[in-house]
């Protein structure tokens, strides 16, 4: 089975990366024809203002990948830039394309949504409101009494997606007057309610995506898919719009010109999404995140800050594994099924203290990389070799990647000019 997926370059992989996506690419490439590629032209999409980091993080993510184990004997491992038919398909695919199936793929309005909720959320919190304070919405009075300490600021939380939500998807577009009014609802104060609204309004946020790219960015993923016929493509749950795109996109392209593309089908994943320290998503830019490359000292040092059952102040108070990303962690890292009970029952009856059940996952994480960590080394102290890996691999596909494109450019009646 033909397998096609890639990976944004945005820096050094993180265990949020490993356990969503590189496990699954290592049992992949066991039993399929897999090609893994660096999607560089796909950071552009909505990092294109500051590019000087790409080529580090190119580089960062050749030796982390190879790291792990994606190997080069059993996947074509490429550099998507490099094969330039990639980008003259996109580019006929995007003649036959309408218009309407992007602006309505939800991927590309959820993403946006994401963005400014996040900086409304990071603005409102930065700015310390106090949510007990706040006279909420009528509905939510009952909730928000009942709720108390971390538990209340979660629930605020909730309450401003929710009314976020609303306001982000009416009818009339982003509906800033609705918005408005609930954050006033929640008791913030009018100056912070005004300054946020004009910098979501006015300001950057969401505006880096109004590009061309970025919108037709499906497009091209059509295209990487679509250029090696793959049959199969592995995505998360939110990726399947996108893979039903590709299909239509192909079909289209059959149905007008000649059969030149198969309907690739989607391999759903298993969600493994380990969350970063603070309890949110593992995150480079929520500074959350525990790095393949990290050292001991950093991990221990991470793992340390990492949140724990908020309601146990004291090493006395009984805690609840069920609610402690630490122990999301040890269900991974402790491999001993004997130990993880022991910790879960102490935690219940108070006999463990939070810092020690730390170590013991520090100890534990430090082992699952410890052989990353050495591979990692020797792969930079022979960078060459290892790139070479990837430009091989990027010439074979450039080969396949013409093919395609011999069948496309004749089913389109294009001209076909060879050197
Ligand atoms: S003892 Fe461990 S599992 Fe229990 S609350 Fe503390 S860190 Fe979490």
Request: with cysteine; charged share 30%.
């Amino acid at each position: 089975m033909r397998i096609v997926s890639g990976m944004r370059p945005t820096g050094k992989l993180h265990l949020g990366h490993y356990f969503g996506v590189i496990k699954n690419w290592l049992k992949l490439q066991e039993e399929n024809e897999c090609f893994f590629f660096i999607a560089d032209w796909h950071a552009l999409t909505n990092r294109y203002k500051d590019t000087k980091d790409l080529k580090e993080n190119i580089r960062q993510m050749i030796i982390d990948w190879l790291a792990c184990g994606i190997d080069p004997n059993k996947a074509t491992l490429f550099i998507q830039s490099g094969v330039k038919q990639h980008a003259e398909l996109a580019l006929l695919f995007s003649m036959i394309t309408p218009k309407s199936w992007l602006e309505l793929n939800p991927s590309y309005k959820d993403l946006k949504f994401n963005l400014m909720y996040q900086y409304l959320k990071d603005f409102l919190l930065g700015k310390k409101i106090k949510v007990n304070q706040a006279p909420p919405p009528e509905s939510y009075d009952e909730a928000l009494e009942k709720a108390t300490g971390k538990q209340k600021s979660k629930i605020f939380e909730e309450y401003l997606r929710e009314a976020f939500h609303r306001a982000f998807y009416s009818q009339k577009g982003i509906d800033f007057e609705y918005l408005r009014e609930v954050l006033l609802k929640f008791g913030i104060q009018r100056k912070i309610v005004e300054e946020a609204i004009s910098n979501l309004e006015e300001g950057d946020v969401g505006k880096d995506l109004d590009t061309l790219g970025f919108l037709a960015y499906p497009v091209l993923q059509a295209a990487d898919i679509l250029i090696y016929k793959a049959q199969k493509v592995p995505v998360g749950e939110d990726q399947l719009p996108h893979i039903e795109l590709t299909r239509e996109i192909a079909r289209r392209f059959n149905n007008l010109y000649k059969e030149v593309f198969p309907e690739p089908e989607a391999i759903l994943t298993e969600e493994a999404k380990l969350p970063g320290i603070d309890g949110r998503k593992m995150s480079k830019s929520y500074n959350n995140a525990i790095y393949l490359s990290d050292s001991e000292d950093e991990v221990n040092q991470k793992v340390l800050q990492m949140k724990t059952d908020p309601q146990r102040v004291k090493k006395t108070d009984p805690g609840n594994p069920d609610v402690c990303i630490v122990y999301d962690y040890h269900k991974i890292f402790t491999k001993d099924e004997e130990l993880l009970k022991e910790i879960d029952t102490k935690c219940r009856n108070a006999e463990i203290g939070c810092v020690d059940c730390k170590k013991i996952l520090a100890e534990n994480i430090n082992k699952f990389l410890q052989p990353i960590r050495e591979k990692r080394k020797e792969i930079e102290a022979n960078l060459q070799e290892y790139e070479k890996i990837f430009i091989d691999g990027t010439l074979k596909c450039r080969k396949l990647a013409e093919e395609t494109m011999k069948e496309a450019r004749d089913a389109m009646n294009l001209y076909d000019i060879e050197e």
